[in-house]
């Protein structure tokens, strides 16, 4: 079979939700058409909304190896990256203890490589709030409210975080006032 017969097939399994037979029939598209990059880019996409980003990576690297002028194949590539990071700092996250500063770095290569990331940044505002850092913290809750506003737990912490801060600085603005005096 050829190439586009078989991307034809991969997109009547995608049509009714079978994901797995979607994958096998572009698996067989690049096997018939070894040298073409929207083969690869084609399964990736499909590999990543199946969660198996492993497997999106391996084909999104070779879609850009084929075509690295592609800026549809990059942009997929990186947030390709941006997931399997994200599940590394999810990792971190669920270890005891909680390897916090290790999972923020991580975090914050995923809001470069995926600045739509809602999840890494409300993460993020979530552990510079357990950290004590607010100004991170109330950075990073406005911008997972941005990106979800009907997200009522992003909206909560940055309500929470921004009250803090409000109380830090009036309380450094009280003791200021008392040494003048």
């Known amino acids: 079979m050829d190439g586009e017969s078989c991307i034809k097939k991969a997109y009547e399994f995608i049509f009714n939700s079978d994901f797995e037979q979607a994958i096998y029939w572009f698996e067989q598209a690049i096997a018939a058409?070894?040298?073409?990059?929207?083969?690869?880019?084609k399964c990736a996409v499909s590999c990543a909304r199946s969660g198996k980003w492993t497997k999106a990576k391996q084909y999104a690297e070779s879609a850009l190896r084929l075509d690295p002028e592609q800026k549809e194949y990059q942009y997929h590539m990186q947030t390709v990256e941006a997931s399997l990071l994200l599940s590394e700092a999810d990792l971190l996250l669920a270890s005891v203890p909680p390897r916090l500063s290790?999972?923020?770095e991580l975090l914050k290569r995923v809001v470069v490589l995926d600045p739509l990331s809602f999840d890494a940044f409300y993460t993020l505002g979530v552990i510079y709030a357990s950290l004590n850092q607010l100004e991170e913290a109330v950075v990073n809750a406005r911008e997972a409210v941005r990106l979800d506003p009907s997200h009522s737990a992003a909206r909560r912490l940055f309500a929470d975080v921004n009250r803090k801060r409000r109380m830090l600085r009036d309380r450094i603005k009280a003791r200021k006032r008392k040494r003048i005096r």
């Open 33 to 41: 058409e070894p040298e073409n990059a929207s083969y690869y880019h």
């Open 102 to 104: 290790e999972a923020a």
